[in-house]
């Protein structure tokens, strides 16, 4: 299973853009590259996905390097709501619903 | 639409018992999977039914077994229970098996397992 690389923790400010980094360096040709939160005492939330091309969505905006070998996820303006742990999984075209959790990234935002 | 449902919520097993835990996946979807989420760590994938078969299994034993009913529903049953398998168990649904990328899942709550 292609792995992900996040970093631990990040802190934003209210109402400021946040960028929430994600490396996949062994990616392959065929894997979607997939966004979920988990907020505290929830189950996982779907953020947004996409396989080559910058992605937007009501959530957010999913930016992926031409390589393919990173992605970001922007936040464009960060609300108390959106501290949760955000992850970020590489899911092969035809692996179904077998999404492989990493630890995650886990955002706190201030007031 | 009603999203995906999860009983029970918490609920508290010793060592050795079964546990069944049930899933309503939300309307006109026909694929299930679970999870099992440990303290601080993220979710596990468990397996996953398709049309009420086992469609993909992860790393888990035999006596994690499950079931999908014809509406769709589902089961996930732990036998011979261990300390370790307290955690949050969650279930997703989703509208089709990837033949094509997958979209959307939609997950439950979760059930909170304590295995004394």
């Known amino acids: 299973d292609a792995k992900t690389t996040q970093p631990n923790s990040m802190e934003s400010n209210e109402e400021e853009p946040v960028h929430l980094p994600c490396n996949h360096s062994t990616i392959s040709g065929t894997d979607y590259i997939h966004w979920y939160r988990q907020l505290p005492s929830q189950g996982p939330e779907y953020v947004i996905h996409?396989?080559?091309s910058n992605v937007n969505n009501r959530m957010a905006s999913l930016a992926i390097a031409e390589d393919r070998k990173s992605s970001t996820l922007i936040l464009h303006r960060a609300t108390l709501r959106d501290a949760a742990v955000y992850y970020c999984?590489?899911?092969?075209?035809?692996?179904?619903?077998?999404?492989?959790f990493g630890q995650g990234t886990e955002l706190s935002v201030k007031p | 639409e009603t999203g995906v449902t999860q009983s029970p919520t918490h609920l508290i097993k010793t060592r050795g018992q079964q546990v069944t835990l049930r899933c309503s996946s939300q309307s006109g979807h026909n694929t299930v999977s679970w999870y099992q989420q440990a303290l601080g760590q993220g979710p596990q994938f468990i397996f996953q039914?398709?049309?009420?078969?086992?469609?993909g299994r992860g790393n888990f034993p035999p006596r994690f077994s499950g079931l999908q009913f014809p509406n769709y529903s589902s089961e996930l049953n732990v036998n011979a229970l261990e300390l370790d398998d307290s955690a949050l168990y969650l279930c997703?649904?989703?509208?089709?098996?990837?033949?094509?990328?997958?979209?959307?899942?939609?997950f439950g709550e979760g059930s909170r397992l304590t295995v004394l």
């Open positions: 996409g396989l080559t």
């Open positions: 039914y398709y049309r009420e078969e086992e469609n």
């Open positions: 997703a649904s989703s509208p089709r098996l990837a033949g094509g990328p997958m979209g959307e899942l939609f």
């Open positions: 999984i590489l899911l092969p075209y035809n692996q179904g619903g077998k999404l492989i």
